[in-house]
């Protein structure tokens, strides 16, 4: 049967690889061409908005005047005189990247501060940090405030903590959603530096950086998120300063309903593709994301801004065809990883079917995998958006890519572990296609013997030798703490990990729990924010490591790429000769596609095949896991 | 870099009080004055009470009422201030003993119903307070419903009809059905007989 349905698509696959991959047994059970049709979708409407956003883009950034330039130019001028910034300082990177760093110290601090006080402070109506909070919150210790800290100001937003019970409403906004601002501001600029790296000719400066944090909080993610926020409140997300609302339900049951300021943090949540949810279960929740429209709209406004950046670099250094090459590879591994998910996902878990259990798509319910996702999305839509997540920095869920089958967690998995640099984050992920981009020109390079142009510069040993550097840091940033956590040990009970060894904080026994390890260590490093939530990492083992994991994988990425960026900038432009590799063509996107994919493969393979890989196998035996072995120690 | 901490502690403040205060406060203004009910949590009322949110679940456990997934936000489900997904993997035990567990109170509930269960309705949803079932997990427990309440099962599904909302635009997410909806419609038209 499976073979027929290959056959019907002209394909020629293996049958041990189709059973293997699709436990249903059949290809047309693991998709629905409605399902397929949402993802094609998606994807032209982004196609559709590349060029105007980074029309508009380039037009803020080069300080060109736009439509919004009468209401907005005041403020930004406003600004600059209360900062003492005067508009045309122009940085070296190493000034530049010394404002930066001193912005985040800055951020770090007050947000920090405020946490630790939210309970002297206004707007907080349940009494958070104080003797009359809830029952059920949860106490902001310095840990605890250091890890969300250091999440919100390298846009991770990776949360240890349920937000509808620990924070009051003015940590959200005033520490939280600033820093989704200002942590996303600063990523556009250090990315809109990185291209003036590769535009600007024996200069040796790259603009100044707190022009560019400036121009983009107000002429990009302010008009953005009112538009956005607007939109989500009119399909149902909250937007007051009540406290918690009881009700009596039908049956006479009181429930507590959360409220608070959701639909302003919302907004710049997705457009500054930071991720973290106003909710414990962020965009799963009714009230973060109430129906499809807000979902695909959410998903809209993650890739918007970092595909309008790869039209924007073609732009800057004057040949757009550059960008539109960096657009086609990052496209098709945005598609590769989401049809595999999504065919992961409406196969579903084959332990279930056995159960009478109907994963079956039919017009009237949604079938596949179900646990972990809202009937309103179903599976395509909630496959896409775990996609879309992590291949950009943001983090936002509408499902729980813990409850996915392994195949299905292992995409998301493996796009951090890519570096983000399908779209990516706001800016993030063009520095790290481009650092490949780099690479990819330097082993072509190697091959012929000759050395490497891109954008009409020479890349030399200093660049490489950069690039080199911030991808091992990143690898072992990764590993490392991985391996540590894997296998260290603690005394029960103690300080340091209640729970005991650091592997016993994991909810789901086997190779899963040493997946949700991976994961989180992999998601803080690449600055994503997702989980694998059923990871206990509130203790103060997990929330210093991880938030070390993130403070390393923000500042020692972006400070060797602004170095990449003020060599470049000092060179001279040399005219592309018959020896020039083109950088336009399909023979590079397919390099640049293999380099990423062989990079990531060899890095992360061993670590992927302990966690989803050898599960996925276990689970089409039909193998389930009970609990830990004894632990090896305490 | 420690020359720049002034201006990076004034940019802070300043963009605090545009992002963190006139922000927010801005967006609250408008909402409240264009979409109130939303901004407030599309609250829903009965005989003169709140009884709920149109877009939060509820746990339904009486015979003449449909019932919503299971769900594993707070202790007892449905804890709208502490919403939770199960996190369960595909390969837990846990997970395999619970969907079992939830399989044979199916059929104990519904003897009537002799297909096999839609996949949503034995499944926690991702933020524990789905408001919605697919129509076929509403149709398979009419049967029960409409035997409690002693009407007839075409009344029962005429109304599960009227309330099922389609895709959005015939193609943005999943054919769904209300509960809490569903559930105070059927009261209001198909009252139970005592």
């Known amino acids: 049967m499976v073979e027929r349905e290959a056959a019907g698509l002209g394909l020629e696959l293996p049958s041990e690889l189709v059973s293997a991959l699709c436990p249903t047994g059949s290809l047309s059970r693991s998709m629905t061409p409605l ?49 003492g910034v005067r508009e045309d300082t122009e940085q070296r990177w ?16 007050l947000v920090y501060v405020i946490q630790r006080l939210q309970g002297l402070l206004p707007l907080n109506p349940m009494h958070f940090g104080s003797a009359q909070a809830p029952s059920n919150a949860t106490r902001v210790t310095p840990d605890l405030a250091f890890n969300t800290a250091a999440s919100f100001v390298t846009n991770t937003n990776w949360q240890s903590y349920g937000g509808e019970n620990t924070f009051s409403y003015l940590v959200q906004m005033a520490a939280l959603t600033v820093q989704n601002f200002a942590s996303a ?26 022009v560019d944090l400036v121009r983009s909080t107000l002429y990009l993610f302010l008009p953005l998120s009112l538009a956005a926020a607007l939109f989500l409140c009119w399909q149902g997300v909250i937007q007051n300063f009540k406290p918690y609302t009881t009700v009596k ?32 279960t962020n965009s799963a929740h009714p009230f973060e994301n109430p129906t499809p429209l807000t979902n695909f709209v959410e998903m809209l406004m993650i890739f918007v801004i970092p595909a309008g950046l790869t039209y924007q670099f073609g732009r800057m250094v004057g040949d757009t065809r550059q960008g539109w090459a960096l657009f086609a590879a990052m496209s098709v591994l945005f598609l590769i990883g989401a049809f595999i998910c999504y065919g992961a996902e409406q196969s579903g878990n084959p332990e279930l079917a056995q159960l009478g259990v109907d994963t079956h798509a039919t017009a009237l319910q949604p079938g ?37 089958t392994p195949i299905g967690g292992l995409i998301p998995l493996f796009n951090m572990q890519l570096g983000e640099v399908v779209f990516g984050g706001v800016g993030a992920g063009l520095k790290g296609m481009l650092l490949f981009a780099i690479l990819a020109v330097f082993v072509a390079g190697l091959m012929v013997g000759r050395t490497p142009e891109y954008i009409g510069k020479k890349i030399e040993q200093k660049e490489v030798k950069l690039c080199m550097l911030a991808l091992i840091i990143m690898a072992a940033n990764v590993l490392v703490f991985t391996a540590i956590s894997s296998v260290v040990g603690f005394q029960k009970n103690g300080y340091w990990n209640p729970p005991g060894p650091a592997v016993a904080n ?31 990492a509130n203790t103060p083992w997990y929330n210093l490591t991880l938030g070390v994991a993130m403070l390393v994988g923000r500042f020692l990425f972006i400070i060797p790429m602004l170095g990449v960026a003020g060599s470049l900038a000092a060179k001279k432009r040399i005219p592309a000769t018959s020896g020039t590799l083109p950088t336009h063509g399909a023979l590079f996107v397919s390099l640049l596609i293999g380099t990423v994919m062989i990079v990531g493969a060899l890095t992360y393979f061993p670590a992927l095949s302990l966690g989803p890989l050898v599960e996925h196998f276990l689970m089409l035996e039909g193998k389930l896991f009970a609990a830990l072995r004894a632990p090896l120690w305490g | 870099m ?193």
């Not at chain 1, 010394?98 to 601090?109: C, T």
């Not at chain 1, 729990?513 to 206990?536: C, D, M, P, R, V």
């Not at chain 2, 299971?70 to 007892?76: F, K, L, R, T, V």
């Open chain 1, 35 to 83: 399902g397929a049709f949402n993802i094609a979708i998606f994807f032209l409407a982004i196609l559709a908005l590349t060029k105007p956003l980074g029309l508009y883009m380039t037009r803020v950034f080069e300080g060109q005047r736009t439509f919004l330039h009468p209401l907005l130019r005041p403020l930004e001028k406003l600004l600059y005189r209360l900062c």
């Open chain 1, 94 to 109: 190493t000034e530049y990247a010394a404002s930066l760093i001193a912005f985040s110290v800055a951020s770090f601090l």
């Open chain 1, 185 to 210: 501001a600063a990523g556009v600029a250090a990315s809109v530096a990185l291209i003036r790296g590769f535009a600007r000719r024996q200069a040796n400066t790259l603009g100044c950086f707190w």
């Open chain 1, 249 to 280: 339900t039908l049956e006479g049951i009181t429930q507590t309903i959360a409220q608070g300021p959701v639909a302003s943090q919302e907004a710049i949540k997705i457009v500054g593709t930071n991720g973290g949810g106003f909710f414990s």
């Open chain 1, 368 to 404: 596949g995998n179900m646990e972990g996702k809202e009937v309103r999305f179903g599976i395509a839509a909630s496959a896409l958006f775990a996609v879309v997540t992590t291949d950009a920095s943001c983090g936002a869920v509408n499902s729980m890519h813990d409850s996915y």
């Open chain 1, 506 to 536: 994991v909810n789901n026994p086997g190779p899963h729990g040493f997946s949700e390890i991976l994961y989180a260590y992999t998601s803080t490093n690449a600055n994503n924010g997702s989980a694998f939530a059923g990871l206990n």
């Open chain 2, 2 to 194: 420690w020359c720049q901490l002034g201006s990076a502690f004034r940019m802070m403040l300043y963009l605090t009080v545009l992002t963190g205060l006139f922000y927010p406060g801005l967006v609250t203004a408008v909402c409240q004055l264009l979409f109130r009910w939303q901004a407030n949590g599309s609250l829903v009322e009965a005989e003169g009470s709140v009884v709920g949110s149109a877009l939060i679940g509820q746990n339904f456990q009486r015979p003449e009422y449909f019932h919503s997934r299971p769900s594993a936000a707070g202790n007892d489900g449905y804890d709208a201030s502490a919403s939770n997904a199960s996190n369960y993997g595909p390969t837990n035990h846990k997970l395999i003993r619970r969907v079992e567990a939830s399989v044979e109170e199916f059929h104990r509930e519904n003897p009537e119903f002799a297909g096999i269960i839609p996949s949503d309705l034995l499944t926690t949803s991702g933020s524990g307070l789905a408001p919605h079932i697919s129509p076929a997990s509403a149709e398979a427990q009419a049967a029960r419903v409409a035997k409690a309440r002693g009407v007839s099962l075409r009344q029962v599904e005429q109304i599960i009809a009227a309330h099922t909302e389609g895709r959005t635009l015939g193609l943005l997410g999943e054919p769904r059905i209300n509960v809490l909806l569903l559930n105070l419609a059927l009261d209001r038209s198909l009252p139970k007989h005592q």
